[in-house]
């Protein structure tokens, strides 16, 4: 053990911290088993973490004097390093002998500043994904030698346990409760003479996913990066019934599968996730270790009438479309303007794409930026007279605007055809937005169209500019063809593509997309602008591969 574990380790072998640790004055109780997670963590951050460094994003904190109680719960840095889901990193890259001593060493921090007190990092989903990964990588943080050491940490997990007993149903809906109520329930299982806690814990998690999730397995929060966190967490409750030799309850299993599909259904030809509700595509790589670590098989979930995303595929061909109204304030506080936005990949080269946004990572960039990344304008989908499909209030909060969205899908021999209606202009213009999208079998030709249609008795008095913009990827260079009518898209890692159009005006402007690690890179997007009267028009659009 390094000196500056055994230190730590000294200061709280010490009685009088012993005792307030120990809520009962009991000796600490023993988990039942270790699960086992089968996700395999990221070597690089692990290395780091061995080398002394906590890399999230582009932000980094060094460990040698971190101090929990500093470091709060309310940074993206703050909230990993506290729910210890970096355990699974260290062991990617550590021998138990050696993760033991930085592992042992950060723990003993965490209990230096949280453990003789109910402060900001009890709260009740940081507890659940904490004790999750505690008993997950319990090697890791119970192999010292020092009995004061583990009798601290174990009547510590106790204690949150007891804890989530409580004040589960307090998380925020959504994600934070499912993971209370996931932490309560492997509590529960494993740590001995919790029996008692698992059936009011399996109830508490049925109410937490019926809340939290639609019907097709997708999050209410309409979220594909907190959708990965919903598998994860599932998965991780999983292995703790098969360490605990306990049947899975089919509702829970069926979650999984339903939450697998969900996710599958947003991932685009590059296995990373689409870009939406402010995320951006993450890590492909960190993402196919999950989904190889589940255990089950789902096929990607396509017509997705709550989660939303609907997903279109031929032949390498990826088409992932937002058809539904943005996400309630109270499960997506950073909801965005994204209605009948789409992305489109050619096998691992993406073509169309969202600009995205930094979340869940940390970031520098200025708010207006992060504001503006929200708007409908940030999205490939039609923008009448420079207003959002929803309005997006000085608060931050979601306003008026998209209420019902009527989806239409069929499929055939040739293609597969959606066109899909929102009602978000209609209150304010007199028009709604119709988008019809038509992907061949062959993977080579999307036809689109967007139409504006009367609908209501407010009528714009002369004519609304709109634009219609189509983010491209970065790599992605565009070239005008000389009757200024279309484009030539050429790309590293796809043949070329060819993009046509009718009734209005084509042009080229700089764009940017914000990256996997949170960080905005500069692309270009095709435009097309023009006028629309009240009765409405429609513009004809088309992507071709030239090969």
């Known amino acids: 053990m390094s000196a500056d574990a055994a230190a730590v380790v000294r200061k709280l072998a010490k009685r009088p911290l012993l005792s307030r640790l120990f809520a009962s004055g009991r000796q600490p109780l023993k988990l039942v088993a270790v699960p086992r997670d089968h996700v395999q963590g990221e070597r690089q951050r692990g290395e780091a973490i061995l080398a002394g460094r906590f890399v999230l994003g582009n932000e980094s904190v060094s460990l040698t004097d971190l101090d929990f109680a500093h470091l709060g719960v309310d940074s993206p840095i703050g909230r990993e390093l506290q729910g210890f889901s970096w355990l699974r990193d260290l062991a990617a890259a550590a021998s138990r002998e050696k993760g033991a001593r930085v592992a042992e060493a950060l723990a003993g921090r965490w209990l230096l500043s949280h453990g003789t007190r109910v402060d900001d990092a009890w709260r009740p989903d940081l507890w659940g994904e904490r004790i999750l990964y505690w008993m997950a990588y319990a090697p890791y943080i119970l192999s010292s030698r020092d009995a004061g050491y583990r009798s601290a940490l174990l009547n510590t997990m106790v204690r949150g346990a007891r804890h989530l007993d409580a004040n589960a149903e307090k998380a925020l809906p959504g994600l934070p409760r499912i993971t209370a109520w996931a932490g309560s329930v492997a509590a529960g299982m494993l740590i001995q003479g919790g029996v008692s806690r698992v059936a009011r814990g399996e109830s508490g998690l049925a109410r937490a996913l019926s809340t939290a999730q639609f019907e097709d397995g997708g999050l209410i929060s309409r979220t594909p990066y907190e959708q990965v966190r919903l598998v994860d967490r599932l998965q991780l409750l999983r292995a703790t019934y098969s360490a605990a030799k306990q049947s899975l309850p089919e509702s829970i299993e069926a979650a999984i599968a339903a939450a697998l599909a969900a996710l599958h259904g947003v991932t685009m030809g590059d296995g990373a996730l689409s870009s939406w509700q402010g995320g951006n595509p993450g890590d492909a790589a960190r993402l196919h270790a999950l989904v190889e670590g589940c255990g089950i098989r789902a096929r ?134 119709k988008r019809s999208l038509m992907l061949g079998n062959d993977g080579k030709e999307l036809r689109g169209a967007d139409q504006m249609l009367p609908k209501g008795r407010r009528k714009i008095k002369d004519a609304a500019p709109y634009a219609i913009r189509f983010h491209l990827a970065p790599g992605v260079e565009p070239t005008l063809t000389a009757d200024g009518m279309g484009a030539i898209l050429r790309s590293p890692g796809a043949p070329p593509w060819n993009f046509r159009c009718r009734g209005a005006n084509l042009g080229i402007e700089e764009s940017l997309v914000i990256d996997g690690r949170g960080q905005p890179v500069p692309t270009t997007h095709l435009v097309i602008q023009g006028e629309v009267a009240a009765i409405g028009g429609d513009v004809a659009w088309q992507f071709r591969r030239s090969s």
């Not at 390498?316 to 109204?325: E, R, W």
């Not at 304030?329 to 993406?350: H, I, N, V, W, Y």
């Not at 019902?404 to 499929?411: G, H, Q």
């Open 300 to 433: 990607p979930l396509r017509q997705a009438r709550g989660w939303g995303y609907h997903r279109m595929s031929a032949l390498g061909t990826v088409l992932v479309i937002d058809a539904a109204p943005p996400p309630p304030a109270k499960m997506a506080p950073r909801g965005c303007a994204s209605t009948l936005a789409f992305e489109l990949s050619d096998g691992a080269q993406r073509l169309v794409v969202n600009c995205g946004g930094p979340a869940p990572l940390p970031t520098s960039l200025p708010e207006e930026l992060t504001e503006a990344l929200r708007s409908t304008a940030a999205h490939s989908t039609l923008v009448l007279s420079d207003t959002n499909s929803t309005a997006i209030l000085t608060d931050g909060s979601l306003g008026k605007g998209v209420e019902d969205v009527s989806v239409d899908r069929s499929e055939d021999n040739d293609c597969s055809r959606l066109e899909a209606t929102h009602d978000g202009y209609a209150r304010a213009f007199g028009l709604v937005h």
